[in-house]
């Protein structure tokens, strides 16, 4: 638990560094971050899971409890749409391993409302941790971003088969340009808690 909690603040604090950040020719020389956002041909900025990984990353940096890997393979094999039915192992995007080396919790970062079905999958079925985390990033939301949200994760647990899930997975979903998070979580039985916002940064 004390784990857990360590890690859910290195998420929270990474969300915080996010809304620091510069932009492309709109830079602060004293910015505490040199990361920056690119813009775009239209001016704006163009956001992504990736700036929040290389936050998240530092905020592990910045402490000695943990370890971390990236792109990790998996321990199991899945069966994803388009690999021909063939088991393959995955990748995670971040891996928190312990100061032994042992697997604590995986992380999935996604950006926009986009299908997350092999996301949750993987992060359900894992077979080494107990719980897990999948960041979700959207740059803007309006009545009905969260209930579309909401179905994407509902429509993933489909088409998972409840006797393989091993891990739950607690889901923090930030919306930039509101500064808003909100947090559910599935359980080990496949049960999706209601999306909630719990917080304004």
Excluded: W
């Excluded at 996604?110 to 079905?117: F, M, S």
Aim: aromatic share 8%; hydrophobic share 30%.
């Amino acid at each position: 638990m004390e784990n857990n909690t360590s890690i859910e603040t290195l998420i929270e604090n990474s969300f915080k560094e996010l809304l620091k950040i510069g932009k492309e020719k709109v830079i602060q020389q004293d910015a505490e971050s040199r990361l920056i956002f690119p813009k775009c041909r239209d001016g704006k900025k163009r956001i992504s899971e990736q700036e929040l990984r290389f936050l998240l990353v530092r905020e592990l940096e910045k402490q000695k409890e943990f370890f971390y890997s990236v792109e990790t393979p998996t321990e199991d094999e899945y069966v994803f749409s388009g690999s021909g039915k063939k088991p393959l192992s995955a990748r995670i995007d971040l891996c928190i391993h312990d100061s032994e080396g042992k697997r604590i919790c995986l992380i999935e970062l996604k950006h926009e409302n986009v299908d997350v079905r092999n996301d949750i999958l993987k992060l359900l079925c894992d077979s080494e941790t107990e719980q897990n985390y999948f960041i979700q990033l959207v740059n803007n939301s309006d009545s009905g971003t969260i209930p579309s949200i909401e179905k994407k994760y509902e429509d993933a647990l489909t088409f998972i088969h409840k006797d393989k899930i091993k891990s739950c997975i607690k889901i923090f979903l930030f919306v930039v340009s509101k500064k808003s998070l909100y947090k559910c979580e599935i359980n080990k039985n496949g049960e999706l808690g209601k999306l909630k916002s719990v917080s304004n940064f």
